[in-house]
């Protein structure tokens, strides 16, 4: 009936109502339209967020290498992570050299999962000062507790394509 009213060339009383109500109807589409554009493009950009996880490589287990690792596994971003170290466990462990954080560095730790308290060292004038070997220790032994799966890889050298052949 109304599609009759608007197809008829004059303007029948009413006009102005169904002008209105085709307004509205104009309005309630796009507005439908626009949600399910949205709603769908959010749920494909989430989609592709949670599909786009990384494998991670870490060529060293020092300090700087170790926390790279701890960093990327709270990232949220990675799906893998494989640590190599040319040394065997042993002989990182038995690192004689000392090693000291300051206290941006102790609270940046923190904030990864490290607990001075289970560290075996001093404080002195705000920093923490421990052994080399007790501090990887203490880290590696906390990888296996990451979100993340860890493969270490201790006593593996990693080598370019010139030196295989």
């Known amino acids: 009936m109304w599609l009759e009213l608007a197809m008829n060339c004059s303007d029948p009383p009413g006009s102005d109502m169904l002008q209105s109500v085709l307004a509205f109807q104009q309005l309630i589409i796009s507005a439908i339209v626009v949600t399910c554009f949205v709603a769908t493009k959010t749920l494909l950009d989430n989609f592709r ?15 700087v290498g170790l926390i790279s690792l701890m960093v990327a596994a709270k990232s949220g971003r990675v799906s893998r992570i494989i640590l190599f170290e040319e040394v065997c466990k042993m002989v990182l462990f038995n690192k004689p050299h000392q090693v000291a954080f300051d206290n941006k560095s ?3 730790l923190r904030k990864l999962g490290v607990d001075f308290d289970n ?17 990887l220790e203490y880290m590696l032994s906390i990888v296996y507790r990451l979100p993340v799966p860890v493969d270490v890889r201790l006593g593996t050298k990693v080598g370019t394509q010139a030196d295989k052949t």
Do not use: Y
Not at 49 to 63: D, E, H, I, K, S
Not at 119 to 135: A, N, P
């Open 49 to 63: 967020r949670r599909q786009a996880r990384l494998n991670v490589v870490v060529v060293g287990a020092g300090p």
């Open 106 to 108: 102790v609270c940046f």
């Open 119 to 135: 560290i075996e060292g001093c404080w002195d004038c705000g920093s923490f000062f421990t052994r080399l070997g007790v501090f």
